[in-house]
């Protein structure tokens, strides 16, 4: 019921709060690479939208059964972000079978090393982009009138908090999963240094 709840805000928000105008930023540029000028903050915060989605196929995919399959909300979180992922939390809930879904060679891509390094190290460039030298108040600003900055700014804290969960959630006895508490790369780190007591 949680997850609902947030998922009718989400949408609440996005429909009613969130500012009406662009503020100057606009989707199709940003995803076009047109980033003259764009705060690092905001294209960090955009472009790891793109890599949280990596980190839950990474999360879920090998531990997917339940009631509905994960990856297809996985996938579909690349475009719409939390909302996708938050109907999969809210309703594909049941007693786990014992059968995994998926093909065996995806669960061994999505549980391999380099897998895994592959995606950390995206998270971390993303993330040391932000160096550049990025603004506070212009953040602040265009959260404050832009459409797409407040909403993907919801959306980014939300896809934090799920990971977090999913993380606590399907490795209830990892080591180290308060690693889970990073931004993006938190729950890789922590698939990452329990990789030899998962295979085991």
Known sequence: MAFLIIWLMMIAYAIFFAPSGSGGYEFGPLLMGEWEGIDP??????????????????????NDR????????????????????????AFGDKPPEKKRRGPNWLHRILRSKAWLIFVAAISIINFLTVFRGFSAETYAEAFQTS???????????????????????????????QLALLPVVGPILVLLFNRNAKEE
């Open 147 to 177: 459409s797409l900055v407040s909403v993907m700014t919801i959306d980014w804290l939300v896809l934090w908090a799920l990971s977090v969960y999913a993380t606590y959630r399907f490795l209830p006895e990892a080591r180290f999963k």
């Open 41 to 62: 903050l905001i294209l960090a915060v955009f472009n790891s939208l793109g890599i949280f989605p990596l980190v839950f196929l990474t999360l879920l995919v090998p």
């Open 66 to 89: 339940f009631r509905w399959p994960a990856w297809p909300f996985a996938l579909v979180s690349f475009g719409v972000g939390a909302f996708s992922l938050l109907l999969y939390f």
